[in-house]
């Protein structure tokens, strides 16, 4: 019974047009979300939250929540434009701003597509194929998934007595994984059909170029990020008169990271209230952890939407406005990730 509803309904989405079957995706992410957040919030009343927030500095808060925002959002762009540096041919700060800016807007509205406008200015305005843009993207993600599980093995060995340490074990598996993946694709060669296959997929430029300059410089400026990103946490808890130490802060970075960065829920809604309310449960009461929670993803998600009342539109001037050249992303296993067709 239950699997011919499913069968339904999944014939259902995969009849709707593209367009209705967005839509759908992002109602269900919010709706989980939603959820999520009500579950965190049972036994609250919402006079509880009110009296917390009244208690709260609301100009320290802003003012760490906007700062964290804008040191993001200005880094990332850097991160963007060095990324695509290295794989696609020179591209300036100022070229990938727009890019940047509208995927940081459309964060707040679908993180399903989000990613979408760095895929579009790489192949507008770099003349990359889409595929190529897509694999580029997912290869600094491998790059942050790399960082994160170095940064929770560390956090644990350093602080134990953080609830990261159950995360331990895990997390040096991942980390031992995603070195022995990095190092497979730069020895640039493979003896068995299966590696000599996915080495000579079309699109995967980023990841047979890659060298372990590449690997140190995108994880270096991801790094630098995270760094006020974490401190920020710390005056959120502060602008709640809340106790939290610095160290428990900074042992629970990763899973922060992870939960506002990763394209889950829009500014981490959900996830991030729960990493908060359980990670630092015994450092303050729930109903002061879920306001402060709240109160972050909620700035966020209102501090992303003037992004699109006007850089939408100038991004999408640009991107139309440019006449790409398609280059070819097939190359061989050695391919250096730079030729001709990467010229500006």
């Given at each position: 019974m239950l699997m011919q509803m499913w069968h339904r309904l999944s014939g259902w989405f995969r009849s709707r047009r593209t367009a209705e079957k967005v839509v759908l995706q992002n109602l269900l992410i919010w709706l989980v979300a939603a959820g999520l957040v009500v579950y965190l919030a049972r036994g609250l009343s919402l006079s509880q939250l009110a009296d917390t927030l009244a208690h709260c500095d609301l100009t320290l808060f802003l003012l760490a929540n906007i700062s964290a925002l804008l040191i993001r959002w200005l880094a990332d762009t850097y991160l963007l434009a060095t990324l695509f540096s290295f794989f696609h041919g020179r591209t300036t700060y100022r070229e990938v701003l727009p890019a940047s800016t509208a995927q940081y807007f459309l964060q707040a509205v679908s993180v399903?597509?989000?990613?979408?406008?760095?895929?579009?200015?790489?192949?507008?305005?770099?003349?990359?194929?889409?595929?190529?843009?897509?694999?580029?993207?997912?290869?600094?993600?491998?790059?942050?998934?790399?960082?994160?599980?170095?940064?929770?093995?560390?956090?644990?060995?350093?602080?134990?007595?953080?609830?990261?340490?159950?995360?331990?074990?895990?997390?040096?598996?991942?980390?031992?994984?995603?070195?022995?993946?990095?190092?497979?694709?730069?020895?640039?060669?493979?003896?068995?059909?299966?590696?000599?296959?996915?080495?000579?997929?079309?699109?995967?430029?980023?990841?047979?170029?890659?060298?372990?300059?590449?690997?140190?410089?995108?994880?270096?400026?991801?790094?630098?990020?995270?760094?006020?990103?974490?401190?920020?946490?710390?005056?959120?808890?502060?602008s709640f008169r809340l106790k939290v130490p610095l160290a428990a802060v900074l042992a629970l970075s990763p899973a922060l990271m992870f939960a506002q960065s990763a394209p889950v829920s829009p500014s981490g809604l959900g996830p991030l209230q729960a990493i908060m309310v359980n990670g630092f449960a015994r450092f303050a009461h729930r109903d002061d952890l879920l306001a402060a929670a709240l109160g972050v993803s909620i700035v966020q998600l209102l501090c992303r939407m003037p992004m699109g009342m006007g850089t939408a539109g100038v991004f999408a001037r640009a991107v139309l406005a440019a006449r790409p050249r398609i280059e070819s992303s097939s190359g061989s296993p050695g391919d250096s990730g730079h030729d001709g067709t990467d010229a500006n």
């Open positions: 399903l597509v989000a990613d979408g406008a760095l895929v579009l200015f790489l192949h507008q305005r770099k003349g990359v194929e889409w595929i190529t843009a897509g694999w580029t993207i997912a290869f600094q993600g491998f790059v942050d998934a790399i960082l994160i599980a170095a940064i929770t093995v560390t956090a644990a060995l350093l602080i134990p007595w953080s609830p990261i340490r159950l995360a331990l074990p895990y997390a040096a598996m991942a980390l031992a994984f995603f070195v022995c993946v990095a190092v497979w694709w730069m020895r640039g060669r493979s003896i068995s059909r299966a590696g000599r296959w996915l080495r000579a997929r079309r699109g995967m430029r980023a990841f047979r170029a890659a060298r372990p300059y590449h690997y140190i410089a995108l994880a270096t400026i991801r790094l630098i990020i995270f760094v006020p990103n974490v401190i920020a946490y710390y005056f959120y808890f502060a």
